[in-house]
Structures are given as C-alpha cells and as structure tokens.
C-alpha cells in the first residue's frame, strides 16, 4: 500500500513538472488500479492529459477501473478517435457498465463507435433486470464443439482468446448451443492432442439462469472457488458467463447497502466524497424522520408515568441505561442475524434454534448486567436514592430486574425481526440498530415503569 501512494506521488510531481516522458515509462509500469487511484485526485484538465499519456494498451483498462463522473469527464473531452480507441479496447459488460452510469447523450455518442455484434450484445445483456446473473454476465467467453480435439481446441483459443473475458474456462456446447459441459485450461494443455473434448470435459456444470439473483451467483465464486460460472436461458442455452471480478464487485456493492441500510440510510451508489451534501440529506432524512417520529411513543409512555416518576424522581436517572442497553443488545442480535442471513448460513426454518440459542444468550447477559448493576448502584448510587427517599435496596431490584427482562426482550427482537422481513419479502438489513432500538427503548420503559410500581407502590 506504501508502494502504491509512493508511486501516486511520483507520479503527480511528473505531472506537474511536465517530465511526461518519464510520467508514461512510470505509468507503463503501475498497475491500471492504482493508474485510477492516481487519476481521480486530478483537476479535469490534469485527468485528460494524464489520460492521454497512457500507454495504448493501459488505457482501456484504466478507463474501466475508474469512478463514472471521471470516465464521463473523459467522454465528453475525448475527439471521436480517441473515444473509439476506447470503446473498441472494452469488454462488452464493462462497456454496459459504463453505459449505465452515463447520461442519455454519453451512451449515444458510445454506441456510435461500437459494431453491430457488439451492440447487439449490450442491448441483450441491458434488456435483463437489474441486479439479474444477466445484467452483470459477459457475452465474451470461449466455446468449444464437443467433437473437436484438444489440439484443435488450443488453436481455437489461441485464434479467438485475445477477444475473450477469460480462457481459463471454455464451456461446450451443441448444436443447439445447449451448455453439455466444460473444459479447464489445464485439462486442454495436459490432455493427449488427440483426446477428443467430450471424453475429458466435465458434464457437471454449475450454472445460473439470466434472472437469478446477481448476489447468489456472486456468492456461489466463495462457495466452489470458481474463476468464472456460465449463465444460461430459460432452455439451457449459454448465453454468457460472470467472471469473478464483476462477482467480487456485486459483493462489495451488496455489503455496502447493507451496511447504509442498518445505520439507516438509503443506499447510494455514490462514494462519499462523490456525493453532494443535497444527495446525502435526501439519503439520511426520511429514516430521521421516521424514527424521530416512532420515538414519540416514548415519549408519551413516559407522560403516562408522570406521577410515578414524580413520586421517585431517582428512576429518571436510570432510563438512559436501561433504553442504551436495551438498543446496545438488540443490536448485537441483529447484526449477527442479519450478516448469517446474507452469508446463508441461517434460514426461516432455524427460527426455533435461533431463539433459544438467543433466550440463553440473553438470560446470561442479562443476569450478568444486573449483577454488576446492582452492586454499582448499592456503592455508589446509594446515597443519591436515600437522599431521594427511597429504600436503595428496591430501588436496586428494580432497576436490576428490568435490565434482564430488557436484554432479553431485546435479544428476541433483534435476532426474529431479521428474519420476518426476510420471510415476507423485505431486506433484513432494514431491521437493524436504528429500527429495533425505537421498539426495545419502548417496551424497555413500559417494563420499568411497571416494575417500579409493582415493588415501590408508586
């Protein structure tokens, strides 16, 4: 990592000294990732010349790893023959990942320097539904005929390959295109030249169909190790294949909403220096608004207590505990619910496991917490509730026992909520902190206020 942001320094003291000659041999040596890395700091005028030093074959690569406002930037700089450079240099799904990013004018002036065969493949992998298998697969791949052998495999590859997403794979197919198997790259080169296809290729084929989830297909790449999946249509035809970096991609962009979602926020497919400070109060203010109004209800549970609380005043001072508490643990079991959802390692019919696993968990916290509680109150609070005119010892009690039923309480929300809103079509990551905590901070009061009038006689 040092190395990288030394090199990034380098290269913007060449830039702007002007030593451009020494700027491109730097450059034709740095990985495209960290060429984007370097690129997005730059002043428009600085990203197109830096742009332009690149050397030919960097350049398209650079331009795919690099934030949209920039690759937009460039576009609309670009004169028709630099542009076309470009866009002929692209795989056709990061090509359709640019085109979405882009204004309607962008994407027009893209698709006069593409071919015929390769728009008609933009404009297949575009017509699927978004977050589909289809909209993130490559029309790029190697296919191979079942009856050819290896030798003629290999030149098959080696005449066709410098155009494909990956070689590493090559699935096989009939007549109909029908996916009947696949054959590795280092099957092909340690196979006998005249081994024929179909008696060394691997008829058991994982595959996806073109409306499957993007985020299962992305977590099967962990679950079998695969550099690339096949993607299929409704009649088994191979119609593209995901390669492990665009499945890598939909993971981070999943883990990402995910994340927004359980501090609630509405995701954005903006980095935060990206986004303007409008976009992010529009992302942030209606969770606030909700939440800000569902806390009213506790509010008005604490106005139905007022004479209760006027009789001990003491009791007030422990509510912040209690409600932190409560949203604190509520929130533990939220969080590992919902991140064993996403990972699959839990489902609707683990419910009965998970809630007693979560009601044992709870009760030992719980006692834990009001032990110490507790002990902490009777040193150190002591004074402050005698002075108040209560007996310390039920004052203790009170506040102990609440916090057991509240933290188990919690625990059952926070680890059933997730899966109710999986279960009925919502994002798990929805229940999370936020949300469970405004539930528990009033079912945590309620509890409390009950408790004190049922052993204080308020």
């Not at 990942?97 to 309607?104: F, G, K, N, Y």
């Not at 981070?252 to 501090?263: F, L, P």
């Not at 044992?360 to 917490?369: D, E, I, N, S």
């Not at 909520?417 to 902190?433: E, H, N, R, T």
Request: contains cysteine.
């Amino acid at each position: 990592m040092e190395e990288n942001i030394n090199v990034e320094n380098q290269a913007y003291e060449l830039l702007k000294s002007k030593q451009y000659a020494k700027l491109r041999l730097l450059l034709a040596e740095t990985n495209p990732a960290d060429i984007a890395e370097f690129l997005k700091d730059l002043t428009n005028d600085e990203l197109l010349l830096a742009f332009r030093i690149l050397p030919k074959d960097q350049a398209a690569d650079t331009f795919v790893e690099m934030e949209s406002e920039d690759q937009e930037t460039l576009i609309r700089s670009f004169s028709d023959s630099e542009l076309k450079a470009v866009v002929n240099d692209l795989f056709v799904d990061d090509t359709v990942d640019i085109l979405e990013e882009m204004p309607a004018n962008v994407v027009k002036r893209i698709l006069r320097f593409t071919d015929s065969d390769t728009r008609r493949s933009i404009n297949e992998i575009l017509k699927y539904p978004e977050d589909s298998a289809g909209s993130i697969m490559t029309t790029e791949y190697v296919r191979l005929k079942k009856n050819i052998n290896v030798s003629q495999a290999i030149s098959h590859i080696r005449s066709t390959g410098l155009d494909k997403e990956t070689i590493y794979t090559c699935y096989v197919t009939d007549l109909n295109n029908k996916l009947i198997g696949m054959v590795s790259a280092k099957t092909l080169l340690l196979a006998h030249p005249d081994e024929i296809i179909e008696d060394i290729m691997e008829t058991n084929v994982i595959c996806f169909t073109t409306t499957d989830d993007q985020e299962e297909v992305a977590k099967a790449f962990d679950k079998y190790n695969f550099m690339a999946i096949p993607v299929v249509d409704d009649e088994t035809r191979l119609v593209g294949i995901v390669t492990f970096d665009d499945a890598i991609d939909v993971l981070q962009d999943e883990t990402t909403e995910d994340i927004e979602k359980m501090a609630a926020i509405i995701p954005s497919e903006k980095s935060y220096l990206k986004t303007g400070v409008w976009e992010t109060w529009k992302q942030r203010i209606p969770w606030l608004l909700l939440l800000m109004i569902s806390a009213t209800f506790t509010g008005s549970i604490i106005s139905s207590y007022e004479s209760a609380l006027a009789s001990c005043v003491i009791l007030t001072s422990f509510i912040p505990m209690l409600m932190d508490t409560g949203g604190n643990s509520g929130g533990q079991s939220s969080v590992t619910i919902i991140r064993s959802l996403s990972l699959g390692d839990i489902e609707m019919k683990d419910l009965f496991k998970i809630v007693f696993k979560e009601c044992r968990v709870a009760l030992l916290c719980g006692l834990t917490l009001a032990i110490v509680n507790f002990a902490k109150m009777m040193l150190l609070d002591r004074a402050a509730i005698v002075s108040d005119g209560q007996n310390a010892l039920f004052v203790s009690f009170v506040v102990s026992l609440t916090l057991v039923v509240t933290v188990f309480i919690a625990k059952l929300v926070g680890s059933t909520l997730p899966i109710a809103a999986k279960k009925i079509g919502f994002d798990p990551a929805v229940m999370a902190s936020p949300f469970i905590t405004t539930i528990v901070d009033a079912l945590s009061l309620l509890v409390y206020f009950n408790f004190a009038k049922l052993f204080l006689n308020l």
